[in-house]
């Protein structure tokens, strides 16, 4: 028998089996003093003995159910009982005398339906007595509790007044937590001059005067209506306690809520991602990882998101997702795209905003139909949700280069891609403006954080200065601000492990969906299908990011470009005809003997295109050549010479001729936005590198593709992106 059983086994006999026993044992007793001889007189006190034990007994017995003493009704009633029966019994003696024969069984038989009558009522009443009793004790405990509850009502009642300097106010109502760790006041408002807000200032005041333990506290937040407030008073600590993430594989929706953790009520902490943004802040070891896990998992159940990682540290927390994949246990990835480092990321969200951009005007007849204003979203046309960890690499504030480009378009996608279906969560190690941009910050609505250094950051993060790190000092526990309109309040993130995520992925490969075959071929078709690829290596034993291969320069090619000279054009100074000319001719490196002659062609070249106001279009390789050439002779790049365009090109027709001659390059195979986007900033056979955003190029596209005498030919169901000359 378990300890559990013991606890619940009762040693209590019933009123029946108490009067049986009573009854039959009085019966074998007055047959055994008739035979014996013994007289009346000893009847009657083995009665009163027996109404003395009765009342002895009932003082150390106490009801199973209600854990009461039995009340003095019962007590007499017993007593009474007892010394029935010997009263009986000595009746019995002083006036049968000796039984024998026949006489002996007549008298049996009546005294034992003599008995069994007397019994059968005793123990009717004893029933009635028993439930007489429960009936009193219930009542006795519910008005000890409302007696206690009223006055712990009116103890915090006279708290809140004292701490708002409000005597209107009043608690009218006081409910216990289901989970039995605290309580719940109701206020009226109505009277005062006070609002929610305002108890919520004077938080830590109630906590301390009320003396919680460590990691409870006092909450306040918007009521049934706006003259009501709701005060959470947690007297249990359970931020301390390890909450696993619930096993609950069944499919979900976008649409659904996002159930991450529970709050110190035990109410469901709730998220709404098919609109919202969501960002999180923690220190190292305080839970926020897990917590970028267990989204993953709440998003990855859905039949209609498909989830997109970017880390620079190699992947890593997508990893414990995506190794049941990776090993073959799974039919597909938790995470369908991982970025571990910033040139993969730039792909993946050059991806995303092409996608975005081209599902804002491509299904107007889609939500047409659906009388929606966002759009709407299934198996077929799937969201894509892009979690990123360690954010203060990739939305940084401080970052360069192409780190900066890429932070620069994530913000854009969490700008304008919330109608597209395409969301972002963010992930930071610290919520200030060295981690993050406040605006990235004010347009999650929904956030949290996990064990932060101070207010100042929560203040950052809520805008609330009152809230305090000590309310959630344990590992998994913070603050969390649930969505709009929403109040900021203390929580506990469920925890995970990787057995846990193994299973999960296993389990919910089946109704993962894949890639909308539009948004492959407007994202860039190659860039989908070599993903995996190029980030393969984080699945190795030793994953290390591949080192690039050094290039050899190529041969410079010395041919002569075309220079447009306007007739009658002066001004080039004492720059004679064979020099202008020359100006418009690659570099001939075996020409030039030393690093001065380099730059003394250069400012020819300068002065020469200044002077002429025409166009030169330079040979790729041997400018790179004589780039190179001049950068290896110069201490830094600041004072590397350079070659102008003219001042009279203009930057948009520059950059639309590049364009132009990208697409012809590529044939009857064509682009997507992210691969033309990436080969006309890279440069190529096709012209040098143009500096330009995706959305410049996409109207340069847009009016060739829709102006009269446009060069691009329409495809439907593909990029249209391919040059009418294509053969």
């Not at 049986?20 to 044992?25: K, Q, T």
């Not at 480092?341 to 993946?348: G, S, T």
């Not at 830094?636 to 090109?649: G, K, Y």
Request: with cysteine.
């Amino acid at each position: 028998m378990t300890q559990q059983q013991q606890e619940h086994h009762d040693w209590h006999f019933g009123p029946g089996a108490v009067t049986f026993c009573a009854i039959m044992g009085t019966l074998f007793a007055t047959m055994f003093a008739n035979d014996r001889g013994i007289g009346w007189p000893w009847a009657l006190l083995a009665g009163l003995a027996a109404a003395i034990l009765a009342i002895i007994a009932s003082l150390y017995t106490r009801d199973p159910d209600t854990n009461t003493e039995p009340s003095i009704i019962t007590f007499a009633f017993r007593a009474a009982c007892m010394m029935g029966l010997g009263v009986w019994s000595s009746v019995q003696l002083a006036t049968v005398g000796p039984l024998s024969g026949t006489r002996f069984l007549g008298w049996l038989v009546n005294s034992a339906l003599t008995l069994a009558i007397a019994g059968t009522v005793a123990g009717i009443v004893a029933v009635f007595l028993r439930r007489r009793d429960r009936r009193i004790a219930m009542d006795d405990h519910t008005r000890r509790l409302i007696r206690a509850n009223s006055r712990k009502r009116y103890w915090w009642q006279d708290g809140l007044r004292t701490v708002t300097r409000n005597t209107a106010l009043q608690v009218v109502k006081l409910e216990m937590w289901r989970n039995a760790a605290g309580f719940r006041l109701t206020v009226d408002l109505r009277a005062t001059t006070i609002t929610w807000q305002d108890i919520n200032s004077h938080a830590g005041v109630l906590a301390t005067r009320a003396n919680l333990d460590l990691g409870c506290g006092v909450e306040a937040f918007t009521g049934p209506s706006r003259g009501f407030a709701y005060v959470d008073v947690s007297e249990v600590n359970r931020l301390a306690e390890r909450i696993m993430y619930p096993r609950d594989w069944r499919p979900s929706s976008i649409y659904n809520a996002k159930n991450p953790g529970i709050y110190r009520s035990g109410d469901l902490v709730e998220f709404f991602l098919r609109e919202n943004s969501w960002i999180t802040f923690g220190q190292k070891r305080s839970g926020k990882t897990t917590h970028l896990q267990v989204m993953s998992m709440e998003l990855a159940k859905c039949t209609d998101v498909i989830l997109l990682g970017i880390d620079y540290n190699g992947g890593g927390f997508t990893l414990p997702l995506n190794a049941a994949w990776a090993e073959g246990l799974a039919t597909r990835p938790v995470f369908d795209w991982v970025a571990p480092d910033v040139d993969e990321a730039e792909l993946l969200v050059d991806f995303l905003l092409a996608v975005a951009i081209d599902r804002k005007t491509a299904f107007r007849e889609r939500k047409r139909q659906a009388n929606l204003t966002l759009l709407p979203l299934d198996e077929t046309l799937p969201a894509y949700f892009l979690i990123i960890d360690e954010g203060a690499e990739a939305m940084g504030p401080k970052a360069k280069g192409k780190a900066a480009r890429v932070r620069d378009k994530l913000e854009q996608l969490q700008r304008m891609a919330g109608d597209s279906g395409i969301n972002v969560g963010f992930s930071f190690l610290r919520g200030v403006a060295d981690h993050v941009d406040p605006a990235v910050v004010a347009a999650c609505a929904v956030r949290t954080t996990f064990r932060v250094s101070n207010s100042v950051e929560l203040a950052y993060v809520y805008g609330d200065y009152k809230l305090s790190p000590e309310d959630a000092p344990y590992q998994g526990s913070g603050h969390v601000l649930a969505g709009h309109g929403q109040s900021t309040r203390v929580w506990k993130g469920y925890d995970t492990d990787p057995e846990q995520m193994e299973e999960f992925s296993i389990c919910s490969a089946a109704w993962r969906p894949t890639f909308d075959e539009r948004a492959i071929e407007i994202g860039g078709r190659e860039v989908w299908e070599g993903r995996w690829r190029r980030t393969g290596w984080m699945f190795t034993r030793d994953a290390k990011p591949p080192v690039p291969a050094q290039r050899t320069p190529a041969a410079p090619q010395r041919e002569l470009v075309t220079v447009t000279v306007a007739a009658g054009v002066g001004g080039a100074g004492d720059l004679s005809d064979a020099e202008i000319a020359a100006a418009g001719r690659a570099p001939d490196l075996d020409d030039i003997p030393s690093i001065e002659a380099a730059v003394a062609q250069a400012e020819k070249a300068r002065a020469a295109l200044a002077a002429t106001g025409g166009e030169q279009v330079l040979a790729g390789e041997d400018q790179q050549a004589f780039a190179r050439m001049v950068a290896d002779n110069f201490d830094t790049p600041e004072n590397w010479p350079q070659l102008a365009r003219p001042a009279s090109l203009d930057e948009d027709l520059h950059g639309e001729k590049v364009l132009e001659a990208l697409i012809l390059h590529r044939g009857l195979a064509g682009g997507g936005w992210s691969d033309l986007h990436r080969d006309l900033t890279a440069g190529g056979e096709w012209g040098p590198p143009v500096d330009t955003t995706m959305q410049t190029m996409g109207k340069w596209l847009g009016k060739q593709a829709h102006e009269k005498g446009g060069y691009l030919r329409k495809r439907e169901g593909r990029a249209p992106y391919v040059h009418e000359q294509a053969r």
